[in-house]
């Protein structure tokens, strides 16, 4: 059983900045990969952006050079450094592992960011 968990979400005025993390726990011997998606009211959800476990990164069009994923891999966690905030990235964001081998997918319970003034 792996669980993830997700913070740092709330409400932020344009042009603003917010980190969001995700911690994971439970039976895990490797992670493979580590992403954010993101799911607006009537839209489906989407890749924010994602990172391996060699350090490779993909990003969304729309938040290329404003986002940032990073992660440690020591303590399970993943972060997405978020600036430069704009109102159409209003969202319930997810964390989303790959585990053990890719045997194990996992979601985190969804943290919302909105972005209003």
């Known amino acids: 059983q792996v669980q993830l968990v997700e913070s740092g979400g709330g409400l932020v005025q344009p042009g603003g900045s917010l980190r969001l993390s995700c911690v994971a726990s439970?039976?895990?011997?490797?992670?493979?990969?580590m992403g954010w998606y993101r799911q607006a009211p009537g839209k489906q959800r989407e890749l924010v952006a994602a990172?391996?476990?060699?350090?490779?990164?993909n990003y969304a069009d729309s938040v290329k050079g404003r986002f940032t994923i990073s992660s440690d891999i020591g303590k399970n966690t993943v972060y997405l450094q978020m600036n430069s905030l704009k109102p159409e990235d209003t969202a319930v964001y997810y964390c989303?592992?790959?585990?053990?081998?890719?045997?194990?997918?996992?979601w985190g319970q969804g943290t919302q960011v909105t972005v209003s003034s």
């Open positions: 989303h592992m790959q585990i053990n081998s890719y045997l194990i997918t996992a």
């Open positions: 990172v391996t476990s060699g350090d490779s990164t």
């Open positions: 439970g039976s895990i011997f490797s992670i493979n990969t």
